[in-house]
Each structure stands twice: as structure tokens, then as C-alpha cells.
């Protein structure tokens, strides 16, 4: 989500629009204002448990500032109270993303957390939402199941698309997985298909790379997991940011996420972007990508996590060339930053202008 609103946030800049980032005060804070350049970023600290998310001090920040549309991103906390207040208070346009949290695989986990948040504050913020915004045509069902409301504008994520792919590193092409170390990315299941594949086509198997970022008792776990299957090739290289996380995308032979819940994963469109396949479930939400070629159905299961990785190892030049330039074409026709700033420009309109 940090991600997104970053790319948001500058996206709006570019075009001289006037972006103003309020967020909870964290241990990264300082080390990741710089990503925002000179947009004006004020974060609070919070009161009581972090989960809670309950911080005066933002409250305080939004009823001073000057604000044409307030976009809440993120639900489950009580800055979905702040900002129902500030709707209240201000009657002006009020927009949330959930960011793939209302999911049903989300919303089956931590159901008293979640309960007590719907009775606290999440209800009011819906109810006074002016538009919802979801990622996806499976999110916007999703948000519409769980509030109640139908005023959901589906716009997705933008990804960086350059002319030329960055180049691959040098020497054997792994299968990738990049991302949060989450239950919910399903690495052991892709642990347990590369191993079927390892099973059937020995030391021909391509070698299986994992990285990404987690709390500390999931990498821990998939520590040991990598250290119980004991192939060399089976590596954990930890989070990986700018040039070496393109240099490791653009180097797969694969991206792999089979993942049972997603929002919108921006993993994936920066693989497309680079003309790189991809091996995933149906819950990432882009099934645009099955259609055009530029991904395969993994399932959630080990078996056919193997099958999906094996028709894109398996694959000769030509169709591996036309698998990549139908990413590629993908991207630059939907998932480009002028395509998405237009989108969010023409709601950002209609919101200010009361068209909606």
C-alpha cells in the first residue's frame, strides 16, 4: 500500500495537483519521507496499541488543513474514524481504498478484531464514504458485499514502463517470488510445487529464488522450511528494492505468486512490464493477463503451482517471445501512469464538483 501511495501521490504532483499525505507515525517514517520529494507529509503518533491505529495528533493535523477531498487509504483502523469526522465535519468529498481488506480470505481472519472495528467506526466511515475506489472488478464486488454501498470507481495501480526492459543478470534464470512473507502468498505451497518439479526433471529444474519482507516469526518460519528441504537452489535473499529487485524480475524465467488473497499486486505488473510471465492464482484479481498470455492459471495447490511453472519453462523462443511482448503490450495499453492519472483526475473531478 506504501507503494501505491507513493505512486499516487506523485502521479497527482506531476499534474499540479496539490497532495498532502497524512499517516501514523512508525519506526520508517524518517528513513521513508524521502520518497515522497517535496509533496508535505504529516504523520501522528498513535495512542495505545499500534493494531488500533488511534492518533490525536492526526485527527488535530486534518481539522487544520485546507482540503478540497480527503482519501482514506487502508480500513480496519481507527483512521477510519478520523476520517468520517472530518466528512462530517467538512462535508466535502470522501474516498476510500480498501486495498484489497475487504477481501473474503481477509475478512475470514480476525473476525472479533473486526467486528469490534465495524461497530467502533467502520460502518460510520462507509456510510459516509462519497465514493469507494477498488483496484479490480472482484475488489469492487467485494466492497459492495461488505458495505453495503455500490459507489465504487474501479481504477487500478500504475507501474513504471520504460521503452526498454531493464537487462537481465547474468547466469541461470530462477523462478522469482517477490513479496510480503505472508501466509497468504502461499510460499509453501510454491515451495511444494518447485520441489514436484525438482522430483521430475532433477538439476534441469530451474532454481527457485524468494524474496521479499515479513514479521519476523514468518521469515523465521521460512528459514527453517528452506533449511528442512536442503537444496542449494532453494533460497531466501531478503527484501530486494530498486535496481536489484529489476535486475532479479527482469533475470526470471518466471514470477511466481500463487497467492490465496490479493488486492491488486503490483509485483506482477512490474514482471509484465519487464516482459517477464507469470505463474498465478486467480485471487491476484488480473485474469486480463490469462486472456493476453502474459500469465498462467497456477491454482493453489503444488500440483498445478508445478504444471503452470513447467508450460513456462517448457516453452520454446518464439512462444517465450510472444508470451513477453503480450506483458509488455498489457501494461502499456491499461496499467501505464497517463492512463491511471486521467482516470483519477476525471473522479477527482467529478467528486469536487459534486457529479457524483
Known sequence: MFEAIVAQAQMLADADAEPIVFALHDEYCDADRHRFGTISVHTGHVVGPRQVGWSPDLGRMLAAADLDLLHLHGVWTATSHLGAAWARRTDKPYVISPHGMLDPWITGRGRTKKWIARRLYERRSWARATMFHALTDAEAADIARETGRDAVTVIPNPVDFDAAPAPAASGPQPIVYLGRIHSKKNIDSLIDGWRLLVDRRGMATPPLTIAGWGDDHDVAALGARIAAVGDARLSFVGPVYGADKQRLIAGAVALALPSHSEGLPMVILESWAAGVPTAMSTHCHLSEGFGAGAAVDSG?????????????????????AARSAAARRLVAERFVVPVIRTAWFSAYRRLIERRI
Open 300 to 320: 493453489t495447490e503444488p500440483g498445478t503451482i508445478a504444471a503452470a511453472l513447467s508450460t513456462l519453462i517448457d516453452e520454446d523462443a518464439t512462444a517465450r
